[in-house]
């Protein structure tokens, strides 16, 4: 494995990314609406609410939360330990959903576009090994989804602590929880669906094809991710570690088992499978 | 193993199916080192799938290939660092400049910014680099393509259909451009259906057709071997005249309604031909000994092909 080989992919790629605007900015919007119109109009929204039948409902609400969470929740009054419930419990799995469809959205048109392009063949006829294109590819899908991510959980924080911080006596986020979601547990789900992405992308005849497919492979991933990052924030050390270990060990697996999936035959468009 | 390098590419009996479709069946040719070699036939005659099994882009279902004495099924990722390929319809990452677009087969083919800078002066682009490719023409795609084919030297340069959608110019451009690398020693396989490329450049012809080799060598040898008689276009100011060619010594055939073709057992009969004519009060307009083209060839190939069929 030449590391330098896959750099050249990545950077060709991401590159190339970036001087895609019908590519990316729908993809910012997205990650605007779930991770800045969504929180300012949910926890804006909440602060907001002074009828007493809607406080007594978001009261009963909260009352409704384990005890666990509830313990954990700050804030002195009804409202603000329901925007802190919010902030930290209910939001959660947005940190997989944006990341998720990101990275999936780019990988899904990896190496079928690749072969769309016409510049598989010149892939196909290149020393590059499929190993390194392989890798290559799926860091390339990888890092646009993993920034936007981080990205996005920097500016939800500001969002959180600045909505809803002056109510609970200060910021308070990310909380332990969140940060092990993002930066030990959201990354190999990501890697999790891109392997199957990938392994479809090489597969299908268009992109068009390997966009729809990749809607298949990407739901399961969101459904389990949401229970797991949901789950994983009521007693997030010890859950969160082993549940994350699990989810790179299932992701390094599913990794090793792709790579056969791009064949030179595949990016030229002639494999009898395709 | 590496076997002694008298021939760049080998082929032997080699076969390739896609499905129920054969794609190559039983192909044997060699392209010697600094030849010029042109796979010449029509669209589906199996060029382009004998350029991708040279690098190992696809692997045969059987026969043996050698390519600078290596094989592509185990070999391959050295093969293709050697070779340099310009594909049919040559593709870029558009979004790119041109210039980008170098760097990045300059990085996968462990060359060099020189070199790249080089090749693009080369090929003429280098003043276009800076545009992204999405911008170019076609003429300028095919330069690029050609500058990337050979941003790493490569000892044997494969063109599939280079001259595909340029106009004339950029055309003749394009094939004064590989006569200039075939002078430089490099070895040259060149597919096209356009008979007329050929003419000039070929050092050696391999006809295909329906994913078979119809014949292979020299154009001067396959013109021995396929039209083994001198052919002399003969015209006079009466064309009637002409009908007591037919009676000439060393004459075979003759052809035409009004300039004649002559088919002649020996190309020393043309000045006798000349001179009876002449005592025989006809006057002669035109006396033209044909060197075959490769089109006249082609054709011949394939007529003789048909009726052995």
Redesign the interface.
């Known amino acids: 494995m030449r590391w ?2 896959v750099r ?2 990545v ?2 790629d991401l ?2 990314l970036v ?2 605007r019908d590519y990316w900015i729908p993809l910012l919007i997205l990650g605007g609406i779930f991770f800045v119109g969504m929180p300012v109009i949910l926890l804006g929204g909440i602060g907001l609410v002074e009828q007493n039948n809607v406080v007594t409902q978001i009261g009963s609400i909260v009352g409704s939360l384990p005890d666990a969470i509830q313990n954990n929740l700050q804030g002195e009054t009804p409202t603000a330990r329901a925007s802190y419930a919010f902030a930290v419990y209910l939001l959660a799995p947005i940190a997989i959903i944006v990341p998720l469809t990101v990275s999936s959205a780019v990988g899904a048109n990896s190496i079928v576009g690749e072969r769309e ?3 598989g ?2 892939l ?6 499929v190993r390194e294109i392989y890798l290559g590819k799926l860091i390339a899908s990888l890092i646009p989804g993993y920034v936007a991510g981080v990205v996005g959980f920097g500016l939800y924080s500001l969002v959180v602590n600045i909505i809803v911080g002056p109510k609970v006596g200060g910021w308070f986020f990310p909380t332990v929880g969140w940060m092990l979601l993002v930066l030990w547990v959201v990354p190999p789900f990501i890697a999790i669906a891109l392997s199957l992405i990938l392994r479809l992308s090489a597969r299908v005849r268009s992109a068009a094809s390997a966009h729809q497919a990749s809607s298949l492979v990407t739901l399961p991933v969101i459904v389990a991710s949401y229970g797991v990052a949901s789950g994983l924030l009521y007693s997030p050390v010890l859950s969160a570690s082993i549940a994350g270990l699990i989810a790179w060990i299932i992701a390094f697996a599913l990794l090793a088992s792709s790579t056969g999936s791009i064949r ?2 595949r ?2 468009g ?1 494999s ?1 499978d395709l | 193993m590496v076997e002694a390098m008298s021939d760049a590419i080998s082929f032997q009996s080699v076969h390739k199916q896609f499905g129920d479709i054969v794609a190559l069946e039983d192909v044997d040719f060699v392209a010697p080192v600094g030849s010029v070699t042109v796979l010449l036939g029509p669209n589906g005659a199996g060029k382009t799938t004998t350029v991708r099994l040279t690098t190992g882009a696809l692997i045969g279902d059987s026969g043996a290939i050698s390519v600078l004495g290596l094989s592509p099924i185990t070999d391959g990722d050295e093969i293709r660092a050697r070779v340099g390929v310009v594909p049919p319809k040559p593709a870029f990452y558009d979004q790119l400049t041109g210039w980008e677009n170098l760097q990045f087969a300059a990085t996968i083919f462990e060359s060099d910014e020189a070199s790249a800078k080089a090749a693009a002066e080369r090929f003429g682009i280098d003043h276009a680099l800076d545009q992204e490719v999405g911008g170019y023409s076609t003429g300028m795609r095919t330069r690029l393509a050609l500058a990337r084919a050979v941003v790493h030297d490569p000892e044997v340069l494969m063109l599939d259909e280079p001259t595909a959608g340029l106009d004339p110019e950029s055309a003749r451009a394009v094939l004064d451009l590989i006569k200039e690398l075939a002078g430089r020693g490099s070895t040259i396989v060149m597919c096209t259906h356009l008979l007329h490329e050929a003419e000039g450049i070929a050092d050696q012809v391999v006809l295909m057709d329906n994913g078979s080799v119809r014949a292979a060598g020299a154009p001067a040898d396959l013109a021995r071997s396929y039209m083994a008689n001198p052919v002399v276009f003969i015209d006079a100011e009466d064309r009637s005249d002409l009908a007591v060619l037919s009676e000439f010594d060393g004459v075979l055939t003759v052809t035409g309604e009004g300039a004649r073709r002559l088919e002649i057992d020996s190309t020393d009969r043309i000045p006798d031909i000349v001179v009876e004519l002449v005592k025989r009060g006809i006057r002669p307009t035109r006396v033209e000994p044909l060197t075959p083209t490769l089109e006249d060839l082609y054709f011949e190939m394939q007529r003789h092909h048909r009726e052995g069929s």
Do not use: N
Request: proline content about 4%; glycine content about 8%.
């Open positions: 330098s080989m050249a992919v950077k060709a590159y190339r001087k895609t392009r016409g510049t063949e010149f196909a006829h290149s020393p590059l090994t030179r035959e990016l030229l002639v009898g």
